[in-house]
Every structure is written in C-alpha cells, then in structure tokens.
C-alpha cells in the first residue's frame, strides 16, 4: 500500500477511490476498519470510509486513529484524511480534532488543508471557499441541518477547531507551481503554522499542489488533491504509469436495479428506466413488515429474474407521497422499513443468482452492504462522475454500483448495466 486514507463519509470515499482509480492507482475501500489485514494486499491505495463527519469529536478521532493504525500496518507510506469539498463541519470539528490527532500520531507537524474541486465548483482565493459564483456562506450550505457552513474563510473556520495555528498559500504562490508551493509551505512551517490552506482555481493547480505534497507524512483535503499524487508515486518507481487500474474481474450472474431514494435526479432515473424493464413499486403503507414486503416484490419479479430480465425495484416516490408515508409512519419509522425492504431484497436476490447490482441512495446503499456482509469493494471505473462499479471483495463477488441520490444522469441505470455486462 503507498496511499492510506481515511474518508469521514461513505460516498466522499467513493469519491476519492475513483479519483485514484483515474490516476492509475488500483484501489479498495473498506466499509469501516477491517478486520482483516490481507484485503489490503492487492492495492495501491486504500480508503477506508468511516461515516465520522458529523459524530461526537472524541469518537471520530477514535475511529480515525484506529483507521490510521490499521493503514499504517499495511505499510501506507503517506496518509490522507478526506473530508467534503464544501469543508463540511462544526464548531467543534471533526476536521480539526481529527486532523490533530493524526498528525501527533504520524509525529508531523505540517499539513495542508484543502477542499476544493474546481471539476464540482468547488474553489478556494485568499482562503475563501466559493461554491459555484457564491461565497460557501452565501450557498445553500449556510441551511445545512447537520453542517451549517457560515464563514468562508477557512482560514477562520480550522482556526476554530484546532488550538494549533493556521496559515494560507494564497493563489499568486499556488500559480508560480509545486516548487514555489513547497518554499511557501517551508515558510509558513517556520511561521509555527501548522496548517496551510491552499487556494485553487483549476485542476492544474491541484496537480502542483499534489507534486508540493509528495513528502508531507498527512494531507488533509476533499478528493482534489488526489489528482496529483498518483503521479509522486510513479516518479519515485513505485507505481506503475500503465496498470489499468479501474480493470474489474468480469461477473457473470443475473441483474437487478434497486432503488430507495426519493431524490430528483432518481427519481427520472425510476421513470427512464421503468419503461423499459419491468419494475416493481415497493408501497410502505400495505401494513405488512420490511421481509414480508420484500418476499413479496421478489415473488412478482421472480419468473422475470430467472429469464434472465433486468428487474427494478423502487420505492422512489415525490415529497407529497414520501410525505404522506412519513406522517402515517413516522420519519424514522418509514426509514427504517423501507432500509430493511432493500436490505431483504438484496439477500433474496443474490440467493437468486443476481451478481450485479445497483443501488439508488446513500443511505439505501448502507443499509445494501451490511445486509450483504461487504467489508470491502474494489474499485472500477466511473459510470458517471463520482459514481464507479465496484466488485465487493469475498464470496460471492458481486459488482456494485453504489449511488447517492442525486449523482448521475437519467439514463445512468441503463449505462451502468450495459458497462458491467
Ligand atoms: P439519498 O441519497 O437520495 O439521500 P437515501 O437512500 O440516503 O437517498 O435516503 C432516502 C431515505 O428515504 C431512505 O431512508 C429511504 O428508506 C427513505 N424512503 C425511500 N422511499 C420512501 C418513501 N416512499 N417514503 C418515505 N421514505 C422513503
């Protein structure tokens, strides 16, 4: 392993994973810290996504260091803590307590931190984070329920969350390219500044800035700092330029589409996709339990499966219906059983045969994988940006394509099916 990392959500990992697929990196990523050691053994980097963004700040520093010891053990030579390119956090963390205790742990005391992704809109100037045309304080994230982000100097907002000092590389020295990127970093260390934040504009710039990092022991970012790392492995010998790295081993098998968020761009997904293959609605408010709802959806698909047809399975619905289930339900209530009809769902049809699958939802996705037993999944190539097929690691071997809701264009169910087949 060159390259651990420890992501502080599950699709923010994906994420990651597939920029260092893109950059010729074979990849894992792990759900949570794995048991077992040897699932590193194939990669050149490995993710392993923790869900920490938003839990108690003494219990992600816990799970990112016990994430840090496991990556370390497989021999990472250089660490990457990953977190959202909207720099989502509190007050009270978890970016800088976490940060903090990796770097004490790595016996560091330099790093940078980074969130933007010029490709999604994310960009950084004199330390301000800019989400499309608007300043991160102005964007919708200043709403968020969990994160709301209300300052967009970051500079200001890692001040806030580590006792430790924070400094910035403002965009004159980012554009003068990595060596001048590594005389400020030099600068601002000798400053007693412990964290750098680094203005972006354009990919080129974080391609400078990951040739800057190539000796830093952390860095701290969202997934765009990625894009230039691949390339400091490969200079040092260690990485081969040529490896196809998003390569999947093939899968044979049935396949099936399931679908549990209610998020737009889905929700088209659902229509485009329903016209064309057979699709079973799942109703939430028939009264019958998560497994009797599942047996029952699998009993109408069951003659299409075994013939061999593409079956989705959606309790995709709009905010009045999902509206409705939930106040007959209970929010929580309506969650949790609709979870446990997917999860139900993706049991029954792998004991049926199906090999391929994909999953509409993060959430929906989480609760896929645990039913499944998946520790961790290997990563391939991008079907839509941010989205790859994966191919979960142990028997069976079952390609994954795992989506949040609102990633990927109308037709991507069908694109995602013909790309694994
Ligand atoms: P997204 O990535 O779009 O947020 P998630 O799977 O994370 O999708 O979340 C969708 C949530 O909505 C899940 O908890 C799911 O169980 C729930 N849900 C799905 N369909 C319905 C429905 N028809 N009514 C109420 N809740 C639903």
């Given at each position: 392993m060159l390259l651990g990392c420890i992501a502080d959500d599950f699709t923010g990992a994906t994420d990651l994973a597939s920029m260092l697929v893109a950059g010729g990196m074979r990849t894992i990523q792990t759900?949570?810290?794995?048991?077992?050691?040897?699932?590193?053994?194939?990669?050149?980097a490995v993710v392993v996504a923790?869900?920490?963004?938003?839990?108690d700040p003494a219990e992600a520093v816990a799970q990112s260091l016990a994430a840090l010891v496991w990556l370390r053990a497989g021999g990472a030579r250089q660490i990457y803590f990953k977190y959202c390119s909207t720099f989502d956090s509190t007050g009270r963390g978890n970016i800088g307590p976490v940060a903090d205790a990796l770097m004490q742990a790595l016996g560091t005391d330099f790093t940078i931190a980074c969130p933007a992704l010029p490709a999604n809109r994310r960009t950084t100037y004199r330390g301000h984070l800019f989400v499309g045309d608007e300043l991160l304080s102005d964007s919708s994230m200043r709403q968020h329920p969990l994160t709301p982000m209300t300052d967009a100097n970051l500079v200001r907002v890692l001040g806030r969350q580590t006792r430790h000092k924070v400094g910035l590389v403002a965009y004159p020295e980012v554009a003068g390219g990595a060596q001048r990127i590594r005389t400020a970093f030099e600068r601002l260390r000798s400053d007693g500044v412990r964290y750098a934040i680094v203005d972006v504009l354009c990919d080129e710039d974080l391609v400078a800035i990951g040739a800057a990092c190539a000796d830093l022991p952390l860095i701290t970012a969202?997934?765009?700092?990625?894009?230039?790392?691949?390339q400091n492995f490969v200079r040092l010998g260690l990485?081969?330029?040529?490896?196809?790295?998003a390569r999947l081993p093939s899968t044979g098998g049935l396949a099936a589409v399931l679908a549990g968020s209610c998020s737009e761009a889905t929700r088209r997904q659902v229509a485009t996709m329903a016209g064309r293959h057979p699709a079973i609605a799942i109703d939430p408010?028939?009264?019958?339990g998560a497994d009797a709802l599942a047996s029952a959806a699998i009993e109408r698909a069951r003659s299409d499966i075994v013939a061999g047809r593409v079956v989705l399975f959606y309790s995709s619905a709009d905010p009045g219906a999902v509206a409705a289930v939930q106040e007959k339900l209970g929010s929580g209530h309506a969650a949790a059983l609709i979870e446990g009809v997917f999860a139900r769902l993706a049991q029954e049809l792998v004991a049926l045969g199906v090999r391929r699958l994909v999953v509409a939802g993060g959430e929906t996705s989480g609760a896929v994988v645990q039913a499944l037993g998946v520790q961790a999944l290997a990563i391939g190539a991008?079907?839509?940006?941010?989205v790859p097929w994966t191919m979960s690691l142990g028997e069976p071997r079952i390609a994954l394509a795992l989506k949040s809701g609102?990633?990927?264009?109308?037709?991507f169910f069908d694109k995602a099916l013909g790309m694994m087949s």
């Open positions: 759900i949570g810290v794995p048991r077992d050691r040897s699932l590193a053994d194939a990669a050149d923790l869900k920490s963004r938003t839990i969202g997934s765009g700092v990625a894009l230039g790392l691949p990485l081969s330029a040529h490896t196809d790295a408010l028939t009264g019958a991008a079907i839509d940006p941010g609102n990633f990927g264009a109308d037709d």
